[in-house]
């Protein structure tokens, strides 16, 4: 089945504690994206990545980090998480990058205290 | 900033066609309207894209006006499965990358 997959779906973490947060996807789909949802609002994408080794800032990057080894993965980094990080975090995949039909994982839910 | 006005909510009684309309002025020549829907707080779910002809797939159709800066996405026959957010977006001139607003929640009424 194609799917974008992210562990874990649920993280209660504490300040300054490293984290990451994995999304694979089995589709061969060369762009990727983080984005993060705060109540009441729309997506807001932290990092994307064209391809292998390419990774860009979104519109909000602050405190996040990723890379791009391999095509099917791009691990989300926290390197020292804050309160205001607790978000619903989604990661997606496009064959056609942006333009394209994007697939989404299921979200993963983070709290910082 | 988003690029695109949609209303806060809307109803719509199940059976019936839901229109949900979308403003973009300020789009350019060059740019699609994409829709998306999230269902409660799930992953969001592709629904169509267009340039300037209507657009129709097995979800929903998508009309674009002649001037293109506004859109309306029908769901023909709303069940209560399509209660959700749904979201009009513009990508941004620099990048491509897509903005995402408030969207419109969509509830179907039995």
């Known amino acids: 089945e194609a799917q974008v997959t992210q562990n874990p779906r649920y993280l209660i973490t504490v300040t300054g504690k490293k984290l990451t947060v994995t999304c694979s996807q089995n589709?061969?789909?060369?762009?990727m994206s983080w984005y993060r949802q705060d109540p009441g609002l729309g997506l807001r994408q932290i990092y994307y990545?064209?391809?292998?080794?390419?990774?860009d800032k979104g519109d909000v990057p602050e405190g996040y980090k990723v890379s791009r080894k391999e095509k099917r993965n791009f691990p989300l980094i926290l390197e020292s998480p804050s309160p205001n990080q607790t978000s619903l975090y989604f990661c997606a995949s496009s064959i056609q990058g942006p333009r394209g039909e994007q697939y989404f994982g299921p979200g993963t839910r983070l709290t910082v205290t | 900033d988003a690029k695109t006005t949609q209303p806060t909510s809307m109803d719509c009684a199940e059976g019936r066609a839901a229109n949900l309309p979308c403003n973009h002025s300020?789009?350019?020549?060059?740019?699609?309207v994409y829709w998306y829907r999230q269902i409660h707080s799930q992953g969001p779910q592709y629904i169509i894209h267009g340039l300037k002809n209507n657009e129709t797939n097995e979800m929903a159709s998508l009309i674009i006006t002649e001037d293109r800066k506004s859109s309306t996405l029908i769901l023909p026959h709303a069940t209560l499965r399509d209660t959700a957010v749904y979201y009009c977006?513009?990508?941004?001139?620099?990048?491509?990358?897509?903005?995402w607003g408030a969207g419109t929640k969509l509830i179907i009424k039995p």
């Open positions: 300020t789009i350019s020549g060059n740019e699609y």
């Open positions: 589709m061969n789909h060369e762009y």
């Open positions: 977006i513009v990508p941004m001139d620099s990048n491509y990358q897509l903005i």
């Open positions: 990545s064209m391809n292998v080794e390419v990774t």
